[in-house]
């Protein structure tokens, strides 16, 4: 006992020596866990099947612009999920196909026939405006197919069986995880079950990498989902996908449907928002960013994201099928609204998060709606809105993007943490802001004419990043950043020799 009593003194005393906390730190898997480590590099999916059909759609637009002026329009037609916007990415990034084209454009609408005036002018412009030009569309109906393409449709079968299955085993049986004979058999049973709807082979697939518990295996092939929905099995791979996240995880997936269809969401701004809303929070040694991490990247793992894109500095941009769209839509339904601003009607007053957009007008425009007791995200992407100010005083808001003109109505905003302002016309950043006392992110973008923070910035105690682009005019940075201490990302330090804005600042963070 004296010798174990002996020994923990000197750990002790070792701990004071050497300045190491005190605390609790989860005992994590080795090896099982690795995946969740955030990395910049992005692992493209393998495409299976599809080479025959990728040479003869990349042949067509090189072909035919050589020898024609007028406009050719291709198109890839097939069911739902069969791979036809994956195919279409092949070819757009097709190497001959880029060397071809002096620029190229990606675009995304619905099948939508209302969409149809729309698709004419654009073809004109095109038409007219440009020689040589090629589209290639995606579209499930033969009908829509028809009305846009100029030759035949390329029809797309389904991908083989074999290639479904090596699709699905792939998500499954990834990081050289052995690939034992009874789960093979089970997983092949599975994937008949995905009726060539490859977003449901990769989502039943990356759900089960997880576990290789036989029993977990069978009680997805004989789980009641199959049944409740045998009309739509993809919806019941969603589905059953989305039961198996940890119940954290849920609400974190559904805030994505505040996004509207094929938005590019950016990861970081994604757990920022998470963070806002109090969906992700520190757990033992990990910092709320690093949940919010590991949350993201078990969605991804999980396949509810996709098309993962990183910068040469690193910022991740990804997509949601518009399925897992209307999935997390399905579970949210009238408090998680993305809207078109032409198409404003009456929202709900349990409204919870918002994202306001507009393609078209340019002119302000009110919202049709007076309050909003339990709104928690207002995301308005321009342009601005007359009545904002008068709308958002006495939320709850717990996250704003938006260009604001007055910001002193920001201050009954008390449970704010999350402010993104987009091309304000401020000079300098208003003390309303400084009284929000709550923030744990602040991000300025396109505020031409800011020159300077206040000297109160500094009762922001919370506040973990503090991001600016853009925002030219900018003289020095904020008055004594060294206060900061939750402070994590400061993306702009301008010196100055002046006492508190100079770089030994930096020594305390
Ligand atoms: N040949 C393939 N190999 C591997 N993965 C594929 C293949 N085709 C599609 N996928 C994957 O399946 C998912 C659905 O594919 P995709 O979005 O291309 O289908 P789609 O036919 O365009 O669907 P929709 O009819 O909804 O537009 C995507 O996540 C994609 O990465
Ligand atoms: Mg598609």
């Known amino acids: ?100 084209f002096d620029l190229k454009i990606w675009i995304f609408v619905s099948d939508d026939f209302s969409m149809m005036k729309k698709w004419n002018k654009f073809k004109s412009l095109l038409q007219y405006e440009t020689k040589g030009a090629s589209i290639l569309v995606t579209a499930r109906l033969d009908i829509v197919a028809s009305i846009m393409a100029t030759y035949h ?15 699905f085993k792939q998500q499954a049986f990834r990081e050289n995880r052995e690939e034992r004979a009874e789960l093979v058999e089970i ?176 002119d302000d425009y009110m919202i049709p709606f007076q309050k909003f007791d339990s709104l928690r995200t207002f995301l308005e992407y321009k342009p601005p809105s007359k009545n904002l100010n008068m709308l958002l005083s006495s939320t709850p808001l717990r996250a704003l993007h938006a260009s604001f003109h007055q910001l002193s109505s920001l201050m009954s905003l008390i449970h704010l943490r999350y402010l993104e302002l987009n091309q304000s016309p401020i000079t300098i950043l208003p003390g309303s802001v400084c009284r929000l006392q709550k923030l744990q992110t602040l991000k300025l973008e396109r505020c031409h004419f800011l020159s300077s923070f206040p000297k109160q910035l500094i009762e922001l105690k919370d506040l973990r990043h503090l991001m600016i682009k853009n925002c030219h005019s900018l003289m020095s940075s904020p008055f004594k950043i060294g206060k900061f201490t939750c402070l994590k990302t400061w993306s702009i330090f301008i010196v100055d020799s002046k006492t508190g804005y100079g770089l030994a600042e930096l020594c305390n963070l």
């Open 187 to 362: 997983g092949k049973k599975l994937v008949r079950k995905c009726v060539g709807s490859t977003l449901a082979a990769k989502v039943l697939g990356s759900s089960l990498r997880f576990t290789s518990d036989e029993h977990q295996w069978i009680s997805v092939l004989e789980s009641e989902f199959w049944n409740l929905t045998e009309d739509d099995p993809i919806m019941s791979v969603l589905r059953l996908s989305y039961f198996n996240l940890k119940l954290s995880l849920r609400p974190c997936f559904t805030f994505c449907a505040v996004f509207p269809k094929d938005f590019e969401m950016v990861k970081e701004n994604l757990i920022h928002l998470w963070m806002a809303n109090g969906l992700v929070t520190s757990r033992g040694n990990l910092q709320m960013e690093d949940v919010g991490n590991e949350v993201w990247n078990e969605l991804y793992q999980r396949s509810f994201f996709q098309e993962v894109k990183s910068d040469f500095v690193g910022n991740i941009t990804f997509k949601m099928h518009d399925f897992i769209h209307d999935l997390g839509q399905s579970f949210m339904g009238e408090e998680c609204i993305s809207y078109d601003v032409s198409k404003l009607t009456n929202f709900s007053i349990r409204v919870h998060h918002i994202s306001l957009f507009d393609n078209k007008s340019k």
């Open 1 to 100: 006992m004296k010798a174990v009593a002996k020994k923990i003194d000197v750990i002790a005393k070792d701990r004071m020596k050497y300045g190491l906390q005190v605390g609790v730190t989860e005992e994590r898997q080795r090896g099982a866990d690795e995946w969740r480590q955030t990395t910049s590099v992005v692992t493209e999916p393998v495409v299976y099947g599809r080479y025959i059909y990728k040479e003869q759609i990349v042949k067509f637009p090189l072909k035919h612009t050589t020898d024609k002026e007028e406009l050719s329009v291709y198109s890839i037609v097939g069911l739902g999920e069969y791979g036809k916007t994956t195919l279409a990415q092949l070819v757009y990034n097709n190497e001959r196909v880029r060397n071809h």
């Open 153 to 167: 449709a390329h029809r797309l079968t389904r991908l083989s069986d074999s290639d479904i299955w090596s699709l």
